[in-house]
């Protein structure tokens, strides 16, 4: 198990970008798939994006595809979701995953970091 740490969000404008970043601690994150969550007010937690451990493959939520990215760099022990044209509707917290299966196995994710805010005017 690892321990994830997500940093980066704060208050943008719509049409806005923002990169969060998901830093975990020890030497085993590359066997780890990665995932990206998001709960906002009222709402249940929903998956976002998540990236296959070698960083080669990728999914994302019909609600943010175009508009993220999930880039992973394993020297570094961080996962990245890069947020482009940022819509109110992406206010939430951003939760970021640890699984040790695949990354569409939803059941996999059960490592997992503190959440971060984003926050969306119009």
């Known amino acids: 198990q690892v321990q994830l740490v997500e940093s980066g969000g704060g208050l943008v404008q719509a049409g806005g970008s923002l990169k969060l970043s998901c830093a975990a601690s020890?030497?085993?994150?590359?066997?780890?798939?990665m995932g990206w969550f998001r709960q906002a007010p009222g709402k249940v937690r929903e998956f976002v994006a998540a990236i296959s451990r070698s960083g080669g493959t990728t999914i994302s939520a019909d609600s943010v595809k175009g508009r993220f990215t999930i880039p992973r760099d394993n020297a570094k022990n961080t996962v990245y979701l890069q947020m482009n044209s940022l819509k109110p509707k992406d206010t939430a917290v951003y939760y970021c995953?640890?699984?040790?299966?695949?990354?569409?196995?939803?059941?996999?994710?059960?490592?997992w970091g503190q959440g971060t805010q984003v926050n969306v005017s119009s």
């Open positions: 020890g030497r085993t994150f590359s066997t780890y798939a």
């Open positions: 995953a640890a699984s040790r299966y695949t990354m569409a196995t939803t059941k996999g994710y059960n490592c």
